[in-house]
T-cell receptor, first 116, second 111 residues
């Protein structure tokens, strides 16, 4: 299968601190990874598209300086929420698309961020 | 981005077939039709995808209308584990294949 992992699965932090979330494709290479967030009882919202070796492309309304994305290898992308505030509390989910083959995205299990 | 329209919710009894509809009247010729499902507090799970022809896999079948303006996800025998929110999404390889999620269909399965 195509497995995507996220770490940590949940994190609680104080307001003003930064939090890094990792997304790994475990058994395939992913040139492109995507980051989403999901608030309670809502659908997933695409935040940004992360391409290996280049800058991420952010969706309209998503602050690139607040949500730093790094995609340094074909199996790892990271999302850093800088100076987190309570309104950033959400479920963050990544997905990865295979470098070759079909157009399917495989999703990670998500990271629950709670900012106090 | 081409949009999809799905019913907010559907119900089924266990071991009965379920047909989940999706309308996508503005679909373009290069758009793929994807179906994902999501259980609470989990990431979405890939179900099936197709372009023009009907598709079958171990999880489900995807029936695509001849004009491609609608499609139907078919679960042949619903189980309690199939209870989830099902998302029908279009993506284009010319737009990085990004997926824009709608509100999906919440499927309830009764024993």
């Amino acid at each position: 299968g195509a497995v995507v992992s996220q770490h940590p699965s949940w994190v609680i932090c104080k307001s003003g601190t930064s939090v890094k979330i990792e997304c790994r494709s475990l058994d395939f290479q992913a040139t492109t990874m995507f980051w989403y967030r999901q608030f309670p009882k809502q659908s997933l919202m695409l935040m940004a598209t992360s391409n290996e070796g280049s800058k991420a492309t952010y969706e309209q309304g998503v602050e690139k300086d607040k949500f730093l994305i790094n995609h340094a290898s074909l199996t790892l992308s990271t999302l850093t929420v800088t100076s987190a505030h309570p309104e950033d509390s959400s479920f963050y989910i990544c997905s990865a698309r295979r470098t070759s083959g079909n157009h399917t995205q495989y999703f990670g299990p998500g990271t629950r961020l709670t900012v106090l | 981005d081409a949009k999809t329209t799905q019913p907010n919710s559907m119900e089924s009894n266990e071991e009965e077939p379920v047909h989940l509809p999706c309308n996508h009247s503005t679909i373009s010729g290069t758009d793929y039709i994807h179906w994902y499902r999501q259980l609470p507090s989990q990431g979405p799970e890939y179900v099936i995808h197709g372009l023009t022809s009907n598709v079958n896999n171990r999880m489900a079948s995807l029936a695509i209308a001849e004009d491609r303006k609608s499609s139907t996800l078919i679960l042949h025998r619903a189980t309690l584990r199939d209870a989830a929110v099902y998302y029908c999404i279009l993506s284009s390889p010319y737009n990085t294949d990004k997926l824009i999620f709608g509100t999906g269909t919440r499927l309830q399965v009764f024993p």
